[in-house]
């Protein structure tokens, strides 16, 4: 006899102190009261089954049923033994080399900064994750390749990958870099600092950093954060974990992928280049696309400050507007605007729609999407580092129009393009342009 049962709570209880007989004498009629806990509901035998012999029709082998059943089996068995003895050979495929590689095996200088003191230029380069330093007069000859630099700070020790930011101490000489997309760092190292060496300092900064400026007076260190929208403030010496004195962030703020800083001390200014991509983090779909900009806040501004005034529209010809430099004794703001491959140049008290009072632009200027630049006041000189073209060119401080450069620091054959890969998240091809595209 079969029989089904609804076990609940009560009737484990009795099974456990040995009251089988009562559970089997229980009427599924009795009377039963709200207890709060399961219940027992009832048992009851299943109905007999009415059958002669066997439960089941015996098949003999010389069935035709059967043995088509049986070469079925003996096939899918046979294919399993086959898939096995394939899954236990070496992969060809994954032993194979690339048919090719896309890669630039060249520096590529995203930002640049002159050690006055010492008579030293400073270039970033984002794509070997080096810093590498030249003599200021380096001036490399249209037949070579390359000028080798005194010396290279970069390895796995130095903690320097898609470094972006750069700062020159002008007392000390120490070198302060910008860590953008992975590492979150700052760190800063000393003058003569060269090779696969660990930093003397290094910040954990908010992740997407990019730019910097130093209050020398106030000993006070700038940084724009693009993801966040915001410009954090630490001490200059700040180290570990320390937290930002404060911070300028919000809606009011109008802070748009900031990239590049600079301060004016003399006016007690901050200027700020933003790409153009605003979005709220915290509020899904917030993100819109705004003109590039450069805007001006009080030095001290924190919170939700809005801007003393904006530059931007279209005679400004920003576009993707990277680092900035402020002139304070010419009184103009220098940007190395990327995506125009120029160097536009406003007065420190323009704003909206403004037309630049010089540009620099043209063949003959060398300049390919330039990122990083610096005014050096002692020797009258403008120095842009060129990520298009693994250049840094060199210009009379007031140069505009096609002026070709001065002196050229080069690491890579003339007319080599760069191929500016940056941190590629992906990779499509594109059957229609016969092209691949990477995203950076």
């Known amino acids: 006899m079969?029989?089904?049962?609804?076990?609940?709570?009560?009737?484990?209880?009795?099974?456990?102190?040995?009251?089988?007989?009562?559970?089997?004498t229980s009427s599924p009629i009795a009377p039963l009261r709200p207890t709060g806990y399961p219940q027992l509901v009832s048992i009851e035998p299943l109905p007999e089954m009415e059958t002669d012999g066997e439960m089941c029709q015996w098949v003999p082998a010389s069935s035709q049923t059967r043995l088509v059943a049986l070469l079925q089996?003996?096939?899918?068995?046979?294919?399993?033994?086959?898939?096995?003895?394939?899954?236990?050979?070496?992969?060809?495929?994954?032993?194979?080399?690339?048919?090719?590689?896309?890669?630039?095996?060249?520096?590529?200088?995203?930002?640049?900064?002159?050690?006055?003191?010492?008579?030293?230029?400073?270039?970033?380069?984002?794509?070997?994750f080096q810093i590498m330093v030249y003599d200021r007069t380096a001036n490399t000859p249209p037949t070579a390749s390359m000028t080798e630099p005194k010396r290279v700070i970069g390895g796995t020790e130095a903690k320097i990958e898609f470094n972006c930011g750069?700062?020159?101490?002008?007392?000390?000489?120490?070198?302060?870099?910008?860590?953008?997309?992975?590492?979150?760092?700052?760190?800063?190292?000393?003058?003569?600092?060269?090779?696969?060496?660990?930093?003397d300092r290094q910040l954990h900064t908010p992740h997407g950093t990019y730019g910097i400026a130093v209050d020398e007076g106030a000993q006070e260190l700038y940084l724009t954060v693009q993801h966040e929208n915001a410009v954090v403030v630490y001490r200059k010496m700040a180290q570990g974990e320390e937290k930002p004195v404060r911070t300028l962030e919000g809606p009011q703020v109008q802070l748009a992928d900031p990239h590049g800083i600079a301060i004016d001390t003399?006016?007690?200014?901050?200027?700020?280049?933003?790409?153009?991509?605003?979005?709220?983090?915290?509020?899904?779909?917030?993100?819109?696309?705004?003109?590039?900009?450069?805007?001006?806040?009080?030095?001290?501004?924190?919170?939700?400050?809005?801007?003393?005034?904006?530059?931007?529209?279209?005679?400004?010809?920003?576009?993707?507007?990277?680092?900035?430099y402020v002139d304070q004794e010419q009184g103009e703001v220098f940007?190395?605007?990327?995506?125009?491959?120029?160097?536009?140049?406003?007065?420190?008290?323009?704003?909206?729609?403004?037309?630049?009072?010089?540009?620099l632009k043209g063949p003959k200027?060398?300049?390919?999407?330039?990122?990083?630049?610096?005014?050096?006041?002692?020797?009258?000189?403008?120095?842009?580092?060129?990520?298009?073209?693994?250049?840094?060119?060199?210009?009379?401080?007031?140069?505009?129009?096609?002026?070709?450069?001065?002196?050229?620091?080069?690491?890579?054959?003339?007319?080599?393009?760069?191929?500016m890969i940056g941190n590629p998240g992906s990779v499509a091809y594109d059957t229609k342009r016969d092209a691949i595209i990477v995203p950076n």
């Open 2 to 24: 079969g029989a089904w049962v609804l076990w609940t709570g009560e009737a484990r209880q009795a099974l456990r102190s040995g009251r089988e007989d009562n559970l089997k």
């Open 166 to 199: 750069l700062y020159v101490d002008p007392q000390t000489g120490d070198i302060y870099t910008v860590s953008n997309d992975t590492l979150d760092t700052m760190a800063v190292f000393s003058r003569n600092a060269r090779g696969n060496v660990r930093p």
């Open 365 to 419: 200027t060398q300049i390919k999407n330039p990122t990083g630049l610096f005014v050096d006041a002692v020797h009258n000189e403008l120095v842009v580092a060129n990520m298009g073209n693994h250049s840094a060119t060199v210009y009379p401080r007031t140069a505009q129009g096609d002026t070709p450069p001065a002196r050229t620091i080069r690491n890579g054959p003339v007319g080599k393009p760069a191929l």
């Open 266 to 324: 003399k006016n007690k200014w901050m200027f700020v280049a933003n790409y153009g991509n605003a979005k709220n983090r915290k509020i899904p779909g917030s993100g819109t696309f705004v003109p590039p900009s450069i805007t001006v806040y009080p030095l001290q501004a924190s919170g939700n400050t809005p801007p003393l005034r904006t530059i931007a529209g279209p005679n400004t010809t920003l576009n993707w507007p990277a680092h900035i």
């Open 335 to 359: 940007v190395a605007n990327d995506g125009d491959n120029s160097i536009v140049v406003f007065r420190v008290t323009d704003s909206g729609n403004a037309a630049p009072t010089r540009v």
């Open 73 to 128: 089996q003996e096939r899918l068995a046979a294919r399993a033994v086959s898939a096995s003895a394939a899954d236990t050979r070496t992969s060809v495929a994954l032993e194979r080399p690339p048919l090719r590689v896309i890669r630039d095996s060249f520096p590529t200088y995203s930002a640049v900064a002159v050690d006055v003191k010492n008579n030293e230029i400073v270039l970033q380069d984002e794509n070997l």
